[in-house]
């Protein structure tokens, strides 16, 4: 297994990328797990970030002189770069928000307070995110609407029969995760969006966590909104993407007021910009915009197929060590799964898990993952949760079960 892994890519040298890697914690190793919160970051991000600030640090959009040029120039062409990465019709369909949370509290505040009538119902998962789930709640109850929640089963895969009885008439927007934080889980998206846009529903779907897995294709998918986080792909904190149709983005009021979302303004009436900008408000976070791209560049240099062989392998080994502990439960055993194992061990909380492991240099998460619902389905207040990414390597996982012994001998 561990040959094959060498044969995709060479690890040594992408673990040379990110200058964290080298940190030792605890005076151990760092062995980082905790991907799915947020990726580490390599070289060519931190260096785009340090750049622009040294080099061409100045306000986008509204200056004539030269820095302004180079700094609207360069943000612009990562609104390229995602629009290509995603297959958007074209990248004035690509606004910048902070991430997920913000898209999607975008995609309520306006499409959703536009266009949701008392008696609408909208639907969501049972393993959504608080992310996707809190907006609707706010937008529902603003609007008089009925939130649906899809069962799943105990494997942690939605049940597709349930989703088609939910579906009528009165569904005006469908929200979905992608890809679960929590169990991992690849949900059959563009199925489900089929079926939705039978009933004429709009589908809006949170791409957090699977943009650093997987290559993404809106159009493909037929998605009607589709949101992610740049930095759960390689990409920095604070720089996230909402995509639209361009006829929804048109019709939807614009969200936040302010410079650059304007065309013309007085006190008696102002009009809107064109897209994107009808939905950027104020001035950007810019240097973050930039490195985005050099996050997507360096997924590109690895290649999809590569990184996702890579990560299928490290949930593979990881499973099948996982599970060769008795007392060791996974939580989301779903035939389509990316790389996160979340478990729980029988009398151990997850918290003395996650506190013992760190000792020895490992970083894992534990707790509800915000997504208290799905805790709850599961009757378990929270789990411990290993998820990997491309730089992880089969001896760190080799370690996490060094990690794990050395919990079962500490707290049971
Ligand atoms: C599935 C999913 N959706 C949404 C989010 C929220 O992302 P952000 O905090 O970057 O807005 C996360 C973050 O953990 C996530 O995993």
Redesign the pocket.
């Known amino acids: 297994m561990a040959l094959a892994t060498q044969l995709l890519y060479d690890i040594d040298q992408i673990r040379s990328d990110f200058p964290i890697l080298n940190e030792k914690i605890n005076g151990k190793p760092l062995v980082y797990f905790d991907n799915?919160?947020t990726t580490q970051k390599p070289n060519s991000v931190i260096q785009a970030i340090k750049s622009y600030y040294e080099t061409i640090n100045a306000n986008i959009h509204r200056g004539i002189h030269t820095l302004a040029e180079k700094a609207t120039a360069e943000y612009e062409l990562t609104r390229e770069k995602v629009g290509e990465f995603i297959n958007a019709e074209s990248s004035e369909q690509i606004i910048f928000t902070?991430?997920?949370?913000?898209s999607v509290n975008l995609v309520a505040q306006t499409y959703g307070r536009a266009f949701l009538k008392p008696g609408d119902e909208v639907i969501i998962s049972a393993m959504e995110?608080h992310?996707?789930i809190v907006p609707w709640q706010m937008i529902c109850e603003e609007r008089g609407a009925v939130l649906k929640v899809i069962p799943i089963n105990d494997e942690g895969e939605l049940l597709m029969d349930e989703y088609e009885k939910l579906l009528s008439a009165k569904t005006k927007i469908v929200s979905l995760?992608h890809v679960?934080?929590a169990l991992g889980t690849v949900n059959p998206v563009k199925e489900m969006v089929e079926k939705a846009h039978e009933f004429g529903a709009v589908v809006m779907i949170?791409g957090?966590?699977a943009a650093s897995h997987s290559h993404i294709d809106v159009r493909d998918l037929d998605a009607d909104f589709y949101a992610l986080?740049g930095?759960?792909f390689y990409g920095p904190t604070g720089i996230?993407v909402l995509y639209g149709k361009r006829e929804l983005l048109e019709k939807m009021p614009p969200y936040m007021g302010g410079g650059e979302m304007i065309k013309e303004v007085s006190f008696a009436k102002t009009t809107y910009n064109d897209l994107p900008y009808k939905f950027e408000a104020g001035t950007p976070n810019i240097a973050d915009t930039i490195a985005l791209r050099k996050g997507i560049e360096y997924m590109e240099g690895i290649g999809f197929e590569a990184i996702a062989a890579h990560e299928h392998e490290l949930l593979v080994y990881a499973t099948e060590m996982l599970t060769s502990f008795p007392d060791l439960k996974i939580i989301g055993t779903a035939k389509e799964k990316v790389s996160v194992c979340s478990f729980v061990i029988e009398g151990i909380h997850p918290q003395d898990i996650g506190i013992i492991l760190d000792s020895e240099g490992i970083a894992i998460r534990t707790g509800h993952h915000?997504t208290q619902p799905l805790m709850d389905r599961f009757k378990i207040p929270g789990t411990a949760r290993a998820s990997f990414a491309l730089y992880n390597t089969i001896a760190e996982i080799d370690k996490l079960g060094k990690g794990i012994e050395k919990v079962l001998r500490m707290a049971k």
């Not at 902070?98 to 913000?102: A, L």
């Open positions: 799915a919160a902070r991430g997920v949370t913000e995110h992310s996707n995760v679960s934080n949170d957090a966590q986080s930095h759960k996230g915000c």
